[in-house]
């Protein structure tokens, strides 16, 4: 496993397609002058993952760590399986953009939410 010096506080553990374990840990978010950061690290995937989010707050530092999990398997081109989940599902939620401005962020939630009624209804 890569390590950065982090202390993991969530890890996650994914299963490659040949039963090779994936495992993603986030550290707790630390100050850094008027920053936060969020260590993360991915083992198991061609290339090691070690990297950092940084936000005004450890709430935004350790969200953008779970986004940079998130990214990191979506681009690794290695669909991984988490319990027994759909393969290349990270489950871990796309967040919206923000800076947008409000207006721009209830459009798209409005668009999620509209797209997932109409699957719901389908399924019922």
């Not at 397609?17 to 002058?33: C, H, N, Y």
């Not at 998130?70 to 989940?85: I, M, T, Y």
Request: charged share 30%; hydrophobic share 40%.
């Amino acid at each position: 496993m890569v390590r950065m010096g982090i202390r993991p506080v969530i890890t996650r553990q994914y299963t490659a397609e040949r039963g090779q374990p994936v495992v993603a840990t986030i550290s707790l978010p630390e100050q850094d002058g008027r920053d936060w950061r969020c260590n993360f690290e991915i083992a198991g995937l061609a290339e090691p993952v070690s990297a950092s989010a940084v936000g005004v707050d450890g709430v935004q530092a350790m969200m953008l760590a779970f986004e940079g999990v998130r990214a990191h398997l979506e681009r690794s081109g290695k669909p991984v399986r988490f319990n027994d989940g759909e393969a290349g599902d990270s489950y871990i939620p796309r967040t919206f953009p923000t800076g947008y401005g409000l207006e721009f962020e209830r459009r798209l939630k409005k668009l999620v939410d509209d797209e997932v009624a109409k699957l719901v209804n389908t399924r019922r």
